[in-house]
């Protein structure tokens, strides 16, 4: 049911578009369509309406949400795939903001343009799109994890004080704030300070629900509440993908890539050779790919199945993304490969340091990445250069895109930038 009203990016548009419909199909969660509109069955909501004092109670939290404006990989599926196009010449640095630490977060762009993104330093910052400070919120410990935001703007962010946080802008105050794990040491650094840490993404589901990990793979309504914990044998350090009957993928430091159900319990897993530390990401026809420290990208069905598997030559720490007929991702071995749909390779281009940015591909092809070089890379899309630019350290960070082709990405050298092409409109 939940997978039929959500494995259509028809339904799932056309529910963002004022809920039209035409059937039920079209219509999200188990909304009904009723005279064109996506309708909750009667009652169904009853108990979410003010002043329903005696309306029935639903045993399971429905939510009916529209997407998530933002959150690392650019959705649930992590395809990092963006609908805009990159710069085809050489962009500028437009401006930068100064944190007190590294910035490996991602940004997240907000629908009404803001820029949000983690920085070591333990703050999350919020940034207008003319680069001036609008907020900042501290949490305990570091910030290694992107901001995701909720359609109604709840920004969620994780901090290695072991505590996942739900933001909302216009008070720059957490609605709720929740504890990942019962760690006896939350806050510093070493395996028992780190085991908790909330460093994977989080992830907002199509349903709200948000997913993340720790000393386990998390879910998390939307108001704060445990939905359900998998417990995994070592820490999950990377944001947990979504496939569209709703299992959830997310890999772990016990080197397993776990397939776990909407009702929390495990579907499959899959043993790699090392730590899994990169994010899943899906492609268009539910095939997950995930790499590993063994320096491979496995590409599994939906049913947890091997379908390829394809050697590096070092740990693949970053995102797959999907695009173009492509997956492109970057290894420790300075590379960034683009292997196709089969499992073969079409191309690599060689960096000068360790990739561990995740990549970001474009509407037409084209490929952004970072490196350890401390270079922000424009690929074509045949894997020849189309341009970078320097920044003033390591670029971790997974770079965003936005509408008007400016690009945001943070560096070791605690800085965010936002780098557009001298020719781009002002917005
Ligand atoms: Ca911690
Ligand atoms: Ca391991
Ligand atoms: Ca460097």
């Known amino acids: 049911m939940l997978a039929s009203a959500l494995s259509g990016v028809a339904a799932a548009a056309c529910a963002h578009l004022g809920s039209s419909c035409g059937s039920d199909r079209d219509c999200k969660l188990d909304r009904v369509c009723e005279a064109g509109s996506c309708v909750w069955p009667q009652g169904a909501r009853a108990g979410a309406a003010a002043g329903a004092a005696n309306a029935p109670v639903t045993p399971l939290p429905q939510y009916a949400l529209e997407p998530a404006q933002a959150m690392f990989r650019l959705g649930a599926a992590h395809r990092g795939r963006s609908p805009f196009n990159l710069p085809a010449g050489k ?59 909720a359609h109604d703007g709840t920004i969620y962010i994780g901090s290695d004080d072991d505590h996942l946080y739900a933001v909302m802008a216009s008070s720059a105050k957490p609605r709720w704030v929740f504890q990942i794990g019962a760690c006896p040491q939350r806050i510093g650094v070493g395996p028992e300070a780190s085991r908790c840490d909330v460093d994977a993404g989080p992830t907002v589901g199509p349903d709200g629900v948000v997913y993340t990990g720790g000393d386990g793979i998390y879910a998390i309504n939307p108001d704060g509440t445990l939905r359900w914990r ?40 899959f043993r790699t050779g090392g730590d899994v530390d990169a994010a899943p990401a899906v492609g268009d026809d539910g095939t997950i790919y995930v790499g590993s420290d063994d320096r491979k990208i496995y590409a599994l069905g939906a049913d947890g199945t091997l379908r390829w598997a394809f050697t ?10 999907v695009g173009n007929g ?52 424009c ?49």
């Open 91 to 149: 962009p500028e640095i437009a401006w930068m903001v100064a944190t007190g630490g590294a910035v490996v977060s991602s940004p997240a762009v907000a629908a009404d343009g803001t820029v949000l993104f983690g920085s070591h330093d333990g703050r999350l910052y919020a940034v207008g799109r003319d680069g001036a400070m609008k907020w900042s919120y501290a949490t305990g410990d570091i910030i290694f994890g992107s901001p995701a935001i």
């Open 326 to 377: 492509m997956i492109y991702v970057g290894s420790f071995d300075a590379q960034l490969y683009a292997v196709r749909l089969d499992g073969t390779l079409a191309w690599t281009f060689r960096s000068g340091d360790r990739i561990i940015s995740s990549a970001l591909v474009d509407a037409k092809g084209a490929i952004l990445f970072g490196s350890q070089d401390d270079r922000l890379y």
């Open 379 to 427: 690929l074509e899309p045949d894997g020849h250069l189309r341009w970078s630019v320097e920044l003033g350290g390591d670029v971790d960070s997974s770079p965003t895109l936005a509408a008007d082709g400016t690009i945001f990405v943070g560096s070791d050298d605690r800085k965010l930038y936002a780098l557009r092409a001298p020719s781009a409109p002002t917005p």
């Open 230 to 269: 998998f417990a995994t044998g070592g820490h999950v350090a990377s944001a947990p993908a979504v496939l569209s009957d709703g299992t959830v993928v997310a890999g772990s430091q016990d080197d397993l890539i776990y397939g776990i159900g909407p009702d929390g319990a495990k579907r499959w897993d």
């Open 312 to 321: 590096t030559g070092g740990d693949v720490r970053a995102s797959v993304a």
